[in-house]
């Protein structure tokens, strides 16, 4: 492992004067600034902390590589030093009325000047070094119009590289970078296609959606950006080559620049290229529905991602109920269902009785008192069933007996309201209806 010490030169914080901020970096703003000794135009990105950027700036020189002073060292005023681009970001100048002049030799010359820095990083530095965050936006133009890689914030070298944080711009990441997986050279070459396509379209990548948005397009949707059907066939195939979702299938940076050497000698390019560039009306529709689409299917992710958190609440409360049952004694279930009905009770009873009468008539002429008695004690005998009429004194003596009977029937009926309750018991298991 190689350890650097601050062997950079060290900038007084005083000798320099600021000017306008002029951008934004990794972890730092760039202004503008006038290195008073030296009368020099330069860069300067604050910093709360000097850490690895200027180092690995510190053993870099190449034509292609954004030139490094010093730094400034006393706290809290930290800073990196570096060369002035007046021509501004790469991303700055396609954004802008200058890039509708841009043809196929500029698109080839400057996709060659980024292809050559990133080589040297990779290959040829005295550290080899991933950027990780190659952008439009960390390549700026310089006052010969000379394309310089710069920013190396989310740089680290090589040899320390086995794991890899989630640093960069979500639309130029490689899937690799944006899952933190660990990373090769490669990754850069993703970022470099993104570059180029935005050289080729002038367009911003992944317009209007947001970073994460991106992330789950590029990483579990396999999505990538339109390259519309009008562009030139050696173009399409590279942008799809750095774009491959394995890093081992994408090109190093020797393969692209051979690539681009080749397609410098095709001469049926130049007319294709710049017919494309020109038409952009024809072909902006492509790009636009695409993004539409992505739009919509991160709309369906988001309704998506709703239902699965509802999933996941009805889930963790069946988990609980499961706990509680386990730590409960054992016992089954048991359902319990209650209902009520009202009745009506009618009951009838029926009751006979019989009368009986008797009627005797006794006559005499003469001991009619006697008689009397008589038949009274016999009377007696029938209680109560009996009645017994003595005429008076008759002519002639005799007995003369008259008996009826009669049988009497009644019925009663009574009615009786009331509510009845049921209760029914169901001893089962326990069930979960899940999706």
Same mark, same amino acid.
């Given at each position: 492992m190689l350890s650097f010490s601050p062997s950079f030169l060290q900038i007084k914080f005083d000798d320099l004067q600021f000017h306008e901020n002029c951008g934004g970096g990794s972890f730092g703003s760039v202004y503008r600034a006038t290195w008073l000794s030296q009368d020099k135009e330069v860069a300067v990105k604050k910093l709360l902390k000097i850490e690895k950027e200027a180092e690995i700036l510190s053993v870099l020189s190449h034509r292609n590589i954004i030139q490094f002073y010093g730094a400034v060292l006393e706290p809290p005023n930290y800073g990196i030093v570096t060369e002035y681009a007046p021509g501004g970001s790469l991303y700055d100048y396609l954004s802008s009325a200058k890039s509708e002049e841009m043809d196929m030799d500029q698109i080839m010359t400057w996709a060659t000047d980024i292809a050559k820095g990133m080589h040297y990083l990779h290959m040829d530095a005295p550290v080899k070094v991933i950027h990780r965050d190659l952008k439009s936006r960390n390549v700026v133009v310089a006052a010969d119009k000379v394309l310089k890689i710069c920013d190396f914030g989310a740089s680290r070298f090589h040899s320390h590289t086995t794991h890899m944080s989630l640093v960069g711009t979500f639309p130029w990441m490689a899937p690799e970078v944006i899952q933190s997986l660990p990373v090769a050279e490669t990754c850069d070459t993703f970022s470099?296609? $993104? !570059? *180029?396509? =935005?050289?080729?379209?002038?367009?911003?990548?992944? @317009?209007?959606?947001?970073? #994460?948005? $991106? /992330?789950? *397009?590029?990483?579990? @949707?396999?999505?990538?950006?339109? !390259?519309?059907?009008?562009?030139? /066939?050696?173009? /399409? &195939?590279l942008l799809h080559q750095c774009w491959e979702m394995d890093p081992k299938g994408r090109p190093n940076f020797k393969q692209i620049l051979g690539i681009l050497e080749i397609m410098s000698h095709d001469s049926k390019l130049p007319d294709q290229c710049n017919s494309f560039l020109h038409n952009k009306a024809q072909w902006r529709c492509e790009i636009e529905a695409? #993004? +539409?689409?992505? @739009?919509?299917? +991160?709309?369906?992710?988001?309704?998506? =991602? &709703?239902?699965?958190?509802? %999933?996941? %609440? %009805?889930?963790?409360?069946?988990? &609980?109920? *499961?706990?509680? &049952?386990?730590? /409960?004694?054992?016992f089954l279930p048991i359902t319990a269902k209650f209902s009520e009905e009202s009745f009506y009770e009618s009951k009838t009873e029926e009751s006979n009785s019989t009368e009986m009468s008797c009627q005797i008539t006794a006559t005499s002429n003469g001991e009619i008192d006697g008689m009397n008695e008589s038949l009274q004690k016999m009377m007696r005998g029938f209680g109560n069933m009996l009645s017994m009429n003595l005429a008076g004194p008759v002519m002639q003596s005799g007995i003369q007996i008259d008996m009826q009977a009669k049988q009497n029937s009644s019925k009663s009926t009574c009615v009786r309201k009331g509510k009845k309750i049921n209760m029914t018991m169901d001893f089962g298991h326990w069930s979960h209806d899940g999706d």
């Open positions: 470099y296609g $993104v !570059v *180029l396509w =935005e050289m080729l379209t002038r367009e911003i990548p992944f @317009k209007g959606l947001e970073g #994460l948005q $991106v /992330a789950w *397009l590029v990483v579990e @949707k396999n999505e990538r950006l339109t !390259v519309p059907k009008g562009c030139p /066939a050696s173009f /399409a &195939q695409t #993004l +539409e689409r992505l @739009k919509k299917l +991160e709309r369906d992710l988001s309704t998506k =991602e &709703q239902e699965l958190k509802e %999933r996941e %609440r %009805r889930l963790k409360v069946w988990e &609980q109920k *499961l706990v509680e &049952q386990s730590n /409960a004694p054992p």
